[in-house]
């Protein structure tokens, strides 16, 4: 049974008396531990499989099968449970809260999943030593560069073991340097046993994981794994 599985999914929007197909017959299937990079310019659809995947939207037509759950047609207030339980999310923008420390930034979720005090201690401070960032835990975002803070949420995303890493743009807002760290951070979190799916724009960044899918209006125009194309 794959980890993620999409069927005949659409995502339509109207536009005054016009129908926009955001996605077009998507078909998809990701297994448990795959690193995969979803790839497309802007408009292509990348962004509406995005909010798909992390059940930040629900389809028009089709089905979203989630660790064997069909979550298509989940209430906003399931999906949200959804979320927080099986999604890890890293974005662009950080998304860190200002007035939080960075210890309280990666701890926030897994208060909403009812989890005791003293686990939710351990699994913090576990989540930033594996970013390498338990000295600068008691710092605020605006105490930390952009690439400690893209650490900081990676280690959020993983605070409640979620079976999926859903990582948008990650290094869309960072220097060469930066990048090239949180891409190999991306690597080792694959290699420790995580399922990552990257979203970006970027071909070079998109050919560091195993599997790559370009969308094209909607559509999936290719899916190439690393040594066999299909």
């Keep these: 049974m794959a980890l993620i599985e999409i069927k005949d999914m659409y995502k339509i929007y109207e536009m005054g008396s016009e129908k926009v197909h955001a996605l077009d017959g998507v078909n998809l299937k990701i297994e448990e531990h795959e690193f995969v990079a979803i790839v497309g310019a802007s408009g292509s659809g990348k ?135 949180i891409m190999s951070m991306m690597r080792e979190l694959h290699e420790a046993g995580n399922t990552i799916i990257l979203i970006t724009h970027d071909n070079d960044v998109a050919q560091q994981a195993e599997r790559v899918i370009q969308l094209f209006d909607g559509k999936i125009v290719s899916d190439e794994r690393k040594g066999n194309q299909q």
């Design 47 to 181: 962004s509406t499989l995005m909010n798909m995947i992390g059940c930040l939207d629900s389809p028009t037509l089709g089905t979203y099968l989630l660790d064997g759950e069909d979550i298509s047609s989940f209430s906003d207030r399931r999906l949200a449970k959804v979320r927080n339980q099986k999604i890890g999310f890293i974005f662009q923008q950080f998304n860190l809260l200002k007035k939080m420390t960075a210890f309280e930034n990666v701890e926030r979720p897994s208060k909403y999943a009812g989890i005791t005090k003293q686990e939710r201690k351990q699994r913090t401070l576990d989540a930033l030593g594996k970013v390498g960032l338990q000295d600068r835990m008691k710092h605020k975002p605006a105490a930390l560069s952009g690439g400690q803070q893209q650490r900081v949420a990676i280690a959020r995303s993983l605070i409640n073991n979620p079976p999926v890493i859903l990582a948008d743009e990650p290094t869309g807002n960072l220097d060469s340097k930066s990048s090239k760290e």
